[in-house]
């Protein structure tokens, strides 16, 4: 018996569950790390580049299988590499799914520390200053309280299906989202020492761009903000009617991803100089002291600072950051779950509660261990897994796919002259260009 699939059911819907699943801590949390801590200018003038010639073609390519297929990620590219290369698609497709787990298990934990920041404030304003102080201290106690409490959050919405569940939660937070990312903004730019941060930020030193491990950091970092690698962009198309115009789509989602992460670029690393300028240490021989933990311990001293005023900051800074969090754990949950419902014959509340529980049983494992797994799992995630599943898409798109790929069949005949191109530079440019950038790193 078939399975009627959910889908999205309007256009201005998806493209806020795709842009929410793009516009995560990637954004808001792993940008303005990453920039900071590789040149600032020089870091946000590749990123840039980056997006444009490889993350873009990379989400298009994804979006075009699912869409193509209207199959979870794992059949899709099954079918889209048959007959030859079945397997192998099947492997890749198993791949991204284990990347998605893997990504959920390191998100989870860190969504929980913004879900406990975010809470902090308020339990400060009711007078428990203990159960504020206790949220905001790194522990064992808080993940394993955290963590599982994210997860549920994540599985609630899931359980209602796309629209009803995704669609829906994306269309209220997305919006939200971006208001208290603007509102926050413009009060950190008006605090002192915040010009020195826009300076760092806007103004790239040129002769870093040649750097190849700069131009790899740039790479993971564009294709984890847009989630591109682990199947949920994929699963997201395969909602989707066939016909619809992704180019379009595909150029709104990113467009909105970019300018998120710029925004979060423009709050963060001014906010990090305000913190220096207010006598924090921030800054080590040029590195962020703590790296991505470091918004953890200087801005919650930072809106200490402010007085009153600055608890009503950190309560919006965090809750932003939780919702943030919260539109990207929902694509990455849904690639298993699509599996499990479609190729294995689970009940949609069966397939989030048992994808729910692997996630957990991988979070706690990095809670347990988290000094020798925790960095080393976002670096596999970030610098191997989603650029390397990028190159597949383009694989695939281009070479693999014999069958239903207008694409290939446009790129052959030539007859409308900018799919074609579009086709060949898929199919030719990219490929190239994230070897090169692989082959540089590995050499370099």
Not at 234 to 243: A, D, E, I, T
Not at 268 to 276: D, E
Not at 336 to 353: C, G
Request: aromatic share 12%; net charge neutral; charged share 10%.
């Amino acid at each position: 018996m078939s399975i009627v699939r959910d889908s999205f059911h309007t256009r201005i819907g998806f493209i806020l569950a795709a842009a929410g699943s793009a516009i995560g801590l990637g954004n808001i949390w792993g940008f303005p790390t990453q920039a900071a801590n590789n040149g600032g200018g020089a870091f946000l003038f590749i990123y840039l580049i980056v997006t444009l010639l490889l993350a873009l073609p990379a989400l298009y390519s994804e979006m075009y299988i699912g869409n193509q297929a209207q199959k979870n990620p794992v059949t899709a590219l099954q079918e889209a590499c048959a007959p030859k290369s079945a397997r192998l698609g099947k492997f890749a497709g198993l791949f991204g799914l284990m990347g998605a787990i893997l990504m959920l298990s390191f998100y989870s934990i860190v969504a929980g520390w913004m879900l406990s920041h975010a809470l902090a404030p308020l339990s400060e304003l009711v007078g428990f200053n203990g159960a504020a102080q206790w949220m905001e201290t790194s522990s064992l106690g808080r993940n394993l309280i955290f963590t599982p409490i994210f997860i549920v959050l994540t599985a609630l919405i899931i359980f209602q299906g796309i629209h009803a569940g995704i669609e829906r939660w994306s269309s209220r937070l997305m919006p939200t989202l971006f208001v208290m990312l603007i509102g926050l903004i413009i009060y950190i730019l008006q605090q002192p020492g915040a010009s020195a941060g826009l300076e760092m930020y806007l103004i790239p030193d040129f002769s870093q761009l040649t750097d190849p491990r700069l131009i790899i950091s740039a790479m993971g970092q564009a294709f984890f903000s847009l989630s591109i690698g682990v199947g949920g962009m994929m699963v997201y198309g395969s909602y989707l009617k066939k016909g619809d115009n992704l180019g379009k789509l595909v150029a709104s989602i990113t467009a909105l991803d970019t300018l998120i992460a710029f925004l979060a670029g423009l709050l963060i690393i001014p906010a990090l100089f305000v913190a220096q300028h207010n006598g924090l240490k921030v800054f080590e021989n040029g590195v962020l002291i703590g790296e991505g933990q470091l918004i953890f311990h200087i801005l919650p001293n930072l809106f200490d600072a402010m007085g009153e005023v600055g608890i009503l900051v950190g309560l919006v800074f965090f809750a932003l950051m939780s919702m943030a969090a919260l539109t990207s754990t929902l694509s990455s949950t849904e690639v298993p779950v699509s599996y499990l419902v479609e190729d294995k014959n689970l009940s949609r509340n069966k397939a989030t509660l048992a994808v729910s529980l692997v996630v957990l049983l991988a979070s706690m494992t990095l809670v347990a261990f988290f000094d020798p797994l925790f960095g080393m799992i976002i670096s596999w995630v970030n610098t191997f897994q989603l650029p390397i599943m990028g190159l597949f898409y383009f694989i695939v798109v281009g070479w693999l796919w014999s069958r239903g790929n207008r694409l290939r069949t446009e790129a052959r005949q030539g007859d409308n002259r900018w799919i074609a191109l579009w086709a060949n530079y898929l199919r030719y440019v990219c490929p190239v260009l994230i070897s090169i950038v692989f082959i540089n790193v590995a050499f370099g």
